[in-house]
């Protein structure tokens, strides 16, 4: 079993940026952050593996980071839009790196992010 704690989410105005952070009880292979706005589908944002292979939706290319610490994973948000306002997880597999949410175990309880206009 692996816990994880989403922290780092706020409001901001467009433009604007912000890290997220997500503790984990134990190392995993693989992290992503997916995020969920209302009455959407929740999407992947990014991945990383435990080689720091990265990879990222179109949409947040150029503008979002992720990156992995010990028992720890960050995304640095930049440039943020309306658009990228939701609410934010983190997900762990054991697994390859991947984008499909259905694939991750491990959810945290979500962090949110309000960008405004």
């Known amino acids: 079993q692996v816990s994880l704690a989403e922290s780092g989410g706020g409001s901001v105005q467009a433009g604007g940026s912000l890290k997220l952070s997500c503790a984990t009880s134990r190392f995993t292979p693989t992290m992503a952050w997916f995020r969920q706005a209302p009455g959407k589908q929740r999407e992947a944002v990014a991945a990383?593996?435990?080689?720091?292979s990265t990879e990222y939706v179109d949409s947040v290319k150029g503008r979002f980071t992720i990156s992995r610490g010990k028992n720890a994973l960050y995304l640095e948000m930049n440039s943020l839009q309306p658009e990228d306002t939701a609410m934010y997880y983190c997900a762990a597999r054991s697994g390859p790196l991947s984008l499909v949410k259905t694939v991750y175990d491990y959810w945290g309880q979500g962090t949110q992010v309000t960008v405004s206009s």
């Open positions: 990383i593996d435990r080689y720091h």
